[in-house]
């Protein structure tokens, strides 16, 4: 019944509607007794997506010449306007705020400037250096 709960723009359904098609669902069951678990729909990011940002990442970090694919966030975060700045014992430090693992809008964001960082990094390099990031729906390493 999963396919009941879900639309393109991964919303749930009105409520309305909701009932309509697990009327319609139920009508089509044979007798016997069946578990129904309902959960409330959120918007948090699922580990796949976590992965996914991470290995995009660690693509561009190593394109970058960076260290590490944390680098390459606060890189990203800096270019999103994410970052803060504070001054300890007369040295100042940029910090970069959470990502907050509930906020699926925000990584999106993260992703997004990936491939415009992949583009812009590609204009400069012959087409058998692409950086070529994977799309969700490709296996990532």
Known sequence: MKELFSVSNHRPTHPQSFGNMLNAKLAKLKD???WFEMKRVTEKRTLNQNSYLW???TILAEACGLETPEAMLMVIMQRLGRTYTTTVLGVQITQRQSIRA????ECGAIIDECFVIASFLNEDREPEQHIILPVPSERVK
């Open 32 to 34: 016997g007794l069946y």
């Open 55 to 57: 290995a995009l990442l």
């Open 102 to 105: 509930d906020d699926i809008t």
